[in-house]
């Protein structure tokens, strides 16, 4: 994919590929040295202007930090300076929270957050910016890094295209990712897609990443990682971190992270589970994996057959953030017996006063699974009566739980 990058009062715009290595003048003609590289202060959002050139002097070891309001010319051309270099205040050290251009940015990776992706950079776009010269682009084309070899002349069919990205779309990976700006961007998108980078990244940048997003995110994201580099990421976290990520996860999503650990770290993360969901975790270890039993969710919202329609909806209203979504009601009587089941649409038409028993299609009508099920089973049973939903009952039909076809898919597309 090839992003636009509307830019407004430029006049070139260089790569720094073919700037870095130029000879840096001052306003005298004398050359200086070489520029080894630019520094920046990236911010999220924003392109980001040039702020220092690092310089290593001629016939010596020495680099010098100019800064960039100092700069007459900045292009493939030249590299000038506006002033003498003896007028020049230089910077001792690298400030704070600069990066590197060429050190730190060329050859790694970054975060694509409008393609959802992690990728590598070949090449830098370098313009003018409502008069400031700044990074304005990626470049991740094969053609970007023949650029950076000096081997463009292969390409002689002019075959290759660049492909850059807006740097406002993207976020630095430097060692570990800068988690404030991340977070903030990242939790835009959808939790698949962010497992998806989170599955890019190394294990440590990966790690970092779950970590610097709220509990719930966090826990979203870590569902949707494959199981294998779920492992992994466990391995990676101390048991207080595992902790927080899994107490957000739903029931059925924990059960099957438990079941593919090691026994130490299962034990070790079912010592932070609380009580309440403890008893639900171990419901569901009974089953196996590939059951309608280890399939199904126990986070489904029933009512009793006696209470209304309004009342259900206001149960809804209530209760509405304690799931991912909700499609059906689920009518349990007092001794967990299944009765029926309500569709949101149902209720919405259904007269307010109306008890749940009269509006409620009848269980018996109804296809049902057992917890035995293969997922055969489950996935022929959905297919047949097109359903998004299945309650599982036991054999005296006590409500036990419900199996989506979310839960059937990823056990048949693992790795979509």
Known sequence: MVYTIVITNYFFMPYLSRIINSAVSDSSDEIIGKLEDVLIKPEAGEYSPLEYLVVKKRRSKKRVIIPYEAVENFSKEEVSLRVLFSKINFLEHVPENYVRLYRDVLDHQIVDLSGARVVRVNDLRIGDFEGKMSVLGIDI??????????????????????????????????????????????????????????????????????????????????????????????????????????????????????????????????????????????????????????????????????????????????????????????????????????????????????????????SHLLPVLHPHHSVKSVAHMMTKYNLNTVAVLDKEKNFLGVVTVDDVMRVLLPNA
Not at 213 to 225: G, N, Y
Not at 247 to 266: A, F
Not at 294 to 316: F, H, N, Q, R
Request: charged letters at 30%.
């Open 141 to 362: 084309s094969t053609r970007g890094l023949l650029r950076r070899l000096g081997l463009t002349w292969i390409d002689i069919f002019n075959l290759l295209k660049v492909n850059l990205i807006d740097w406002r779309k993207a976020q630095l990976v430097k060692g570990e990712l800068k988690l404030d700006s991340v977070s903030k961007d990242l939790t835009k998108l959808h939790p698949a897609d962010i497992a998806n980078i989170v599955e890019d990244l190394s294990l440590k940048q990966g790690s970092n990443l779950v970590l610097s997003l709220d509990k719930t995110t966090a826990a979203q994201v870590f569902e949707e990682i494959e199981p294998e580099i779920q492992k992994s990421l466990i391995a990676n976290l101390s048991p207080e971190h595992a902790a927080r990520i899994s107490e957000r996860m739903s029931i059925d999503e924990l059960v099957d992270l438990i079941h593919s650990l090691p026994e130490h770290q299962s034990k070790q993360l079912l010592g932070f589970v609380e009580q309440d969901r403890m008893k639900k975790v171990h419901k569901l270890l009974k089953y196996g994996d590939n059951t309608a039993g280890g399939l199904m969710s126990l986070e489904y919202l029933g009512c009793l057959p006696t209470e209304t329609v309004a009342e259900a909806i206001d149960k809804i209203k209530k209760l509405s953030d304690n799931f991912r979504s909700i499609n059906y009601v689920y009518i349990i009587d007092e001794n967990g017996r299944y009765k029926g089941v309500a569709s949101l649409r149902r209720l919405l038409i259904a007269d307010p006063s109306a008890q749940l028993n009269k509006v409620m299609k009848r």
